[in-house]
């Protein structure tokens, strides 16, 4: 059986709706936690599969959470190695700062579902799934395309939305793992930003509920082509 290891920085950030087609590819998944597990473990360097999850907190908040600079130094050897990759949200951003680009705050946070749009490049591979599908937007910073790179996503706040960087290895700064059956967790977890930035869990709840099935048809399409074009 092959191996899925997936970094989570918090608990209701993981796998999602991409867990199903995940197993039934054939991978066994396991959850390391980031600050807790250590980042140099074995598990995570002979995985088959990494993911690097969504979390509340910045790549260069090193000096509050040091944890970072191991996970870094982590995907930074992943990333070398050519073995595969997917960073999603946070994990995209550190991703992004292991090559070398520079991640900063975006001009301001994009918090809510919407849709993606997907580049001439993006569409020749398994991001075509998700062209006009919604997607869930939860995120403050924003980082450069790393040399070498290929754009593969935008939006209007923030052009950089994905990114391949090789056969494998893809970051995603947009969630498309969620659907509405998960969306509560989010809401409460993340209660004090919403409230912070002025976003009514009402109405994210509410698009949640109406396009909750789609973005989770969309996005089991995308991880599993994915899956088949990429890690085959």
């Not at 509920?209 to 994915?226: C, N, V």
């Amino acid at each position: 059986m092959k191996r899925c290891v997936a970094v989570q920085h918090v608990a209701f950030e993981h796998l999602g709706v991409f867990e199903q087609p995940l197993r039934e590819a054939g991978y066994d998944v396991t959850y390391v936690q980031a600050g807790v597990s250590p980042m140099t473990s074995d598990l995570w360097k002979d995985a088959d599969l990494a993911v690097v999850l969504g979390g509340p907190i910045g790549v260069g908040e090193e000096d509050i959470y040091p944890f970072l600079l191991d996970e870094r130094a982590m995907v930074a050897e992943r990333l070398a190695s050519g073995k595969p990759l997917l960073g999603i949200c946070l994990g995209a951003q550190i991703m992004a700062a292991a090559l070398g680009a520079k991640v900063y705050a975006g001009p301001k946070k994009e918090i809510g579902w919407g849709t993606v749009d997907v580049t001439a490049a993006g569409l020749r591979g398994p991001l075509a799934e998700l062209a006009d599908a919604p997607v869930l937007h939860w995120h403050g910073d924003t980082f450069d395309v790393p040399a070498g790179c290929e754009l593969l996503a935008a939006t209007p706040l923030t052009p950089h939305q994905a990114f391949s960087c090789g056969r494998g290895q893809l970051g995603l700064q947009f969630h498309a793992e969620m659907d509405a059956r998960l969306m509560d967790t989010w809401l409460i977890g993340h209660c004090c930003e919403l409230a912070q930035t002025g976003n009514d869990p009402r109405a994210i709840r509410a698009d949640a509920l109406r396009l909750g099935e789609a973005a989770r048809t969309a996005g089991q399409k995308f991880i599993r082509r994915w899956l088949a074009e990429e890690l085959a």
